[in-house]
């Protein structure tokens, strides 16, 4: 285990700081800082911005200019050793004359982990690997889902009153949750790769599914301009072929991936049920399309569908503080259970007030464990 | 407005910290503290700790003996002014020889605020109200609704899973929340002065409805021996006369009062619906049995009808981290809404874990000012 100084755990925690910045713009890259030292002193540090765009090694290493050569480098993630749209950023740093590097945490991609390390090895160039790790993996966690599994990250969005309740009997429901849950919602779907629904939700709420720039926080929108908004794919379950031109999913000119069995940007088999294959979805979005990070917005029926079939990573439920009554409609449909043993355990990881509402998120326990248990 | 030094706020602090160690055995009294000072030195203190026994400023007065002469004294009440159970402390201040009093608030009673201050005045002590009142008034808040409107202070208790469910569709529901939501239970049955419920309820569960010494918080138990422990009178609505006295609620010593429109502890009349009338129950046991604090743990129809009644002052919600399904049984049972302005709305004061739970507090909001918004 290598000694980290009071000095690098500072550089390393403003590299990850600077990481950050990109979580907007990224995708599918993940969020990457690097800060370059001389002593005790920065002379230069960057973050990745945007898919195509440098890596953060490469404008920190600009910043530095001739103050590179004898420095050592925090980055927060090992650099990349192929040559992509950009020169392997391990390669940079050896002919910038850098003489340590500490990096976080290794690639993710079993194909490439150790790579960049042991090019720097190679080099003559003192590595260290493993401050803030957890950090620096919470900086991209579907970026590693996707590498390490080919499965995205997926984040199924609910909101309902405190009485599990997502519509009146009659459908009613506008609005349940506050204004800051649903800016809340926008910020969310601007980190996510793509937004998922189906083209039953799409049409009854003519949904854009876009990120609406004016409805991200105020402490969003003064570091990330509306003219460098990212929008994510939006990604349509539409067996039955319903979605047409004139809905307002349309009306905006990010992309629309619809997945059917057949003529669809996204082909899937349909299981026993009649039911687009969600796995397959998933994997093929990851794998065809890059995608490492899914937002889904949707009724009970998909809900049901993906947690009963471990797909969903998080659940991030909005509880309105409203009591509906129960005969509105319930969060995930019926269950048909008889025992306590059968019913779904999730961890809450989070919990909070988000405006006058309380937003809690869970991540659904293994139901192999459970039955363990 | 009176100056207060910082010296004054600490010591008002210390009194108010005093005050609170009473919050399981004072009732149906309110939780007092008092700090005597000489100069900046204390040289007594004391709390009120169970009725029938000593004020608080009877302990500080007493740890002080003879220093108390020309003391400053810090209560968090205004001091007494009647002959009850024991003399008035306006009275024992004043033969004391105590040249300052500083209290937080005056007596809620509108029949007796003021008099104790008056009492002092006269004597010639110097008199200051109003430092920290709002912490003071949180020391009491069921006392001090009952002094102002002669009706208890109520919480409903509820817990069900994340989806609004209290239990599977035939019934089963053990256990939905955890243990440490069911000792933080037990913290507030602690606290109240009455524990409500239905002989339903309590045949169903065969319940005691008592305060189980063993599950208090460690931190509660190391200051409150199992000897000193206080049980809450038992309030079951019985109109159906169900109760027998082989249920369990029979095998403890703490009293148990029966509410029935005739032959009962508590009588009312019955409403239009053949229901036991609620309002009238609590206003009963405020009047007549001295209760502040009713802490209600009840199945949806009781749920529903103190709500609708408005007779809740805090939902107490625990949320279980499980998914049961919207074919279980509902937190509220049926309300028939068909707009959404119909909706009842709360406001959330507290949300946290509690174990694997969540735990929400939320005041209901008045029904006649959300028709007015």
Known sequence: MPKFTPFDLQMMTRAIKLAQKGRFTTAPNPNVGCVITQGESIVGEGFHYRAGEPHAEVHALRMAGES?????AYVTLEP?????RTPPCAEGLINAGVS????????????????????????GIEVEVGLLKSDAKALNPAFIKRMQTGMPFVQLKMAASIDGQTALANGKSQWITSKQARQNVQNYRAQAGAILSTSQTVIDDNASLTVRWNELPESVKEHY???????PARVILDRQSKL???LALYASHSPVLRVSNENAEVTVEVNQSGQLD?????ATLAKTHNINHIWVEAGATLAKSLLEEQLVDELVLYLAPKIMGSDGRGLFGAFGLTDMQQVLELDIKDCRLVGSDVRLVAVPMPIESKRKD
Chains 1, 2 share one sequence.
């Not at 301009?225 to 929008?231: F, V, Y």
């Open 68 to 72: 590179s050569r004898g420095a050592t």
């Open 80 to 84: 990349c050793s192929h040559y992509g």
């Open 100 to 123: 340590k590097v500490i990096c976080a945490m290794q690639d993710p991609n079993p194909q490439v982990s150790g790579r960049g390390i042991q090019m720097l090895r190679d080099a």
């Open 225 to 231: 301009p509306e003219a460098e908004l990212r929008q």
């Open 244 to 246: 047409h031109p004139q």
């Open 278 to 282: 969600l796995r397959q979805t998933f």
